[in-house]
T-cell receptor, first 112, second 115 residues
Framework: GENVEQHPSTLSVQEGDSAVIKCTYS??????FPWYKQELGKRPQLIID?????GEKKDQRIAVTLNKTAKHFSLHITETQPEDSAVYFC???????????FGKGTRLHILP | GAGVSQSPRYKVAKRGQDVALRCDPI?????LFWYQQALGQGPEFLTY????????KSGLPSDRFFAERPEGSVSTLKIQRTQQEDSAVYLC?????????????FGAGTRLSVL
């Protein structure tokens, strides 16, 4: 079955610097890759997603890059701000059915 | 419009009790998912509905867990004879289109504590 690994589990970044979180997956047929942000005690919310027909997608300070050959995709946050502090989850829907596998999450701390 | 609504927000149950957790998805959303999120972990898939049909229940951890969505809108997750290991946040998510390859909108969750 699909295996999703997310790294790092914790990341501390100085405010204004960039943060990168990486996910690897095992099923080469996977073709949709979302990232969710979950603030403490709140619901997960989609922040960006990418489909396999493109290699990169940007939305203001957030970008996602996809390497289908290597089977990994990464979340990039530039010019980090205090409100970026949260847990970030990657997710990969399993090909052929409707089960979605989430990574274990990355706790991002933005240091003042 | 309203987002995904879950009730109750918190539930404390004694071991062995039955509980029912409710999810009101966004109106018109075809897909509905239930997840279990343990502390410090990512959401783990439990089950998926497309309208009223339960197309995937492979994530339900035991036959004590049962979900339904009889009219294709509101869904209920029922846990019978609760055990301590059932303590977690139960998240519901809905999506406009069919399947898992679309944006999912999550509810705030029900935090279940089994004593």
């Amino acid at each position: 079955g699909e295996n999703v690994e997310q790294h790092p589990s914790t990341l501390s970044v100085q405010e204004g610097d960039s943060a990168v979180i990486k996910c690897t997956y095992s099923d080469s047929a996977s073709n949709y890759f979302p990232w969710y942000k979950q603030e403490l005690g709140k619901r997960p919310q989609l922040i960006i997603d990418i489909r396999s027909n493109v290699g990169e997608k940007k939305d203001q300070r957030i970008a996602v890059t996809l390497n289908k050959t290597a089977k990994h995709f990464s979340l990039h946050i530039t010019e980090t701000q205090p409100e970026d502090s949260a847990v970030y989850f990657c997710a990969v829907p399993r090909w052929g059915d409707d089960k979605i596998i989430f990574g274990k999450g990355t706790r991002l701390h933005i240091l003042p | 419009g309203a987002g995904v609504s879950q009730s109750p927000r918190y539930k404390v149950a004694k071991r062995g009790q039955d509980v029912a957790l409710r999810c009101d998805p966004i109106s018109g959303h075809v897909s509905l998912f239930w997840y279990q999120q343990a502390l410090g972990q990512g959401p783990e898939f439990l089950t998926y509905f497309q309208n009223e049909a339960q197309l995937d229940k492979s994530g339900l951890p035991s036959d004590r867990f049962f979900a339904e969505r009889p009219e294709g809108s509101v869904s209920t997750l029922k846990i019978q004879r609760t055990q301590q290991e059932d303590s977690a946040v139960y998240l519901c998510a809905s999506s406009l289109a069919e399947g898992a390859k679309n944006i999912q909108y999550f509810g705030a969750g029900t935090r279940l504590s089994v004593l």
